[in-house]
């Protein structure tokens, strides 16, 4: 059992809360495996730099991960009152997410099952 009366405790879980400006894109209809190789790209970039490897990348993921940085900037800009020409990407990652099965008719009568992948992906910024 924890110690202290439940607002207290709540208190001191909000208290080290992570206060870097961040966008979440939860249920991406696109594979980790897939999404990590776009993330692998602009981790540690500052967001200039980042937007312009995502302009130019041809992989469907990047799109998605562009509108996120997108919103990371926003969020610092308008929450956190930070300049956009400190920002770098500090963090980002992408988790595993539900799958949705499906079923491919294949020859002689048998079903052959077709995994679609989902991932929750996450980017968070910081200033330099």
């Known amino acids: 059992m924890a110690k202290g009366h ?4 709540k208190r001191e879980r909000n208290a080290n809360k992570d206060t870097r400006p961040s966008a979440k894109l939860s249920y991406a209809r696109v594979s980790v495996q897939k999404a990590c190789f776009v993330l692998d790209a602009i981790r ?3 967001v200039q730099t980042a937007l312009a490897i995502l302009a130019y990348n041809p992989r469907y993921a990047s799109s998605i991960i562009k509108k996120l940085l997108e919103s990371a900037i926003a969020n610092a800009e308008n929450n956190n009152n930070m300049s956009k020409d400190n920002l ?3 963090e980002c990652y992408a988790n595993k997410g539900p799958t949705m099965k499906r ?3 294949r020859a002689q009568g048998r079903a052959y099952r077709i995994e679609k992948r989902m ?3 996450t980017v968070v910024l910081d200033e330099r």
């Open 119 to 121: 991932s929750h992906i």
């Open 103 to 105: 079923v491919q008719p």
């Open 88 to 90: 770098y990407v500090a």
């Open 6 to 9: 439940r607002s207290q405790i």
């Open 44 to 46: 540690g970039k500052d």
